[in-house]
């Protein structure tokens, strides 16, 4: 099964890093300027909007607050089978987050093949926000 996996340290608390994964106004800042949407009930919608446009589909798969969340991910417009992502976050130190990215696919696809320069540039201005306050000026999806 293809994967492609991703551990960064990032210089704050995980709740803070929690908080800027699931919180629309956090998701935007770092994200491709895409607002998170979701009731964060177990299998709903798990999706990221730009505009008043879907542009990632999902659904929740698992959430454990602060610590854990896994969701389904595709592109609505890209005839794939949908993928998952994995974010799980640990303390390391007083003030430093671990955060493990696993994203699986269920079939080696375009997205798969891209996907590699797509979370580098994303983890990067993740880790920008959560220890400066602003996400890298990454072009927006």
């Known amino acids: 099964m ?3 996996e991703r551990t960064i340290y990032v210089v704050a608390r995980h ?3 929690f908080f800027a994964l699931v919180r629309p106004h956090h998701t935007e800042q770092w994200y491709y300027g895409l607002r ?3 009731d964060y009930r177990l299998g709903y919608a798990f ?3 730009r505009d008043g446009e879907t542009r990632i589909t999902g659904k929740l798969l698992r959430m454990t607050p602060g610590r854990r969340i896994e969701h389904t991910f595709g592109f609505p417009r890209v005839d794939e089978m949908e993928s998952r992502v994995r974010f799980d976050l640990l303390t ?3 003030r430093m987050t671990e ?3 696993k994203h699986r696919f269920f079939e080696e ?3 798969w093949r891209a996907i590699g320069t797509w979370w580098e540039l994303a983890l990067s ?3 920008h926000y959560c220890e400066i306050g602003r996400g890298l000026p990454i072009p927006k999806l």
């Open 99 to 101: 955060l493990r990215l």
């Open 47 to 49: 999706d990221f909007d």
């Open 125 to 127: 201005s993740l880790r």
């Open 36 to 38: 998170v949407r979701s």
């Open 15 to 17: 709740r803070r890093v």
């Open 109 to 111: 696809t375009e997205t």
């Open 92 to 94: 390391s130190g007083s």
């Open 2 to 4: 293809p994967t492609f």
